[in-house]
């Protein structure tokens, strides 16, 4: 546990300060510099570093729990088994949208799959345990929840990719897929 013994902090336009008299972490005593904290027990961390442990953040621009969304626009039958999509850090699909303008002639479900390496499209993990008909009502947009199962988590490097789930999307033409995302 993290104890601030007797500190306070200030907030101006550049930052934060830590204002200090008899700080510990883990009950051990810290001194600190302009841009450190020193543990008196040898360790030095970074102020980035530490405020990132506490708040379960990660590096970079990825922001953990934060949400983003992708979209592949203009997809036809033709598309299906491409890669529109690789990790640039662990994320996961939350949900999912699909509309198209044109429906499909004969039955059929389009899913997304999650690909890790060295996967082919069509042996990845299914992301949505029902995918979209492809004979559904034009120009409406259908929402699916995808799966909470660790499968359903991608690691950085994975991709992502249409699959046909059952049945054919030979004459599927001019949809959207729009899947919301989260940074974890």
């Known amino acids: 546990m993290t104890e601030l013994i007797d500190s306070y902090g200030s907030r101006h336009e550049y930052g934060i300060n830590l204002h200090k008299d008899g700080l510990a972490l883990d009950n051990v005593p810290v001194t600190s510099t302009a841009s450190e904290l020193n543990l008196l027990d040898g360790a030095t961390f970074t ?9 379960g953040l990660s590096t970079g621009k990825f922001v953990v729990g934060q949400k983003f969304v992708v979209t592949y626009p203009q997809v036809a039958a033709a598309d299906v088994a491409k890669t529109f999509f690789v990790a640039p850090a662990a994320c996961k699909i939350v949900s999912g949208y699909e509309r198209h303008v044109a429906v499909a002639g ?76 989260q940074y974890v």
Request: charged share 10%.
């Open 106 to 181: 004969q039955a059929g479900v389009l899913t997304v799959e999650k690909l890790t390496a060295a996967e082919a499209p069509g042996s990845g993990d299914d992301l949505f345990t029902t995918g979209w008909d492809l004979t559904s009502t034009a120009n409406t947009s259908v929402s699916k929840t995808a799966v909470t199962t660790a499968a359903g988590t991608l690691a950085a490097g994975d991709a992502l990719c249409l699959k046909v789930q059952s049945g054919a999307a030979t004459s599927y033409a001019l949809g959207t897929i729009s899947l919301v995302m």
């Open 47 to 55: 102020l980035a570093e530490l405020i990132l442990a506490a708040t």
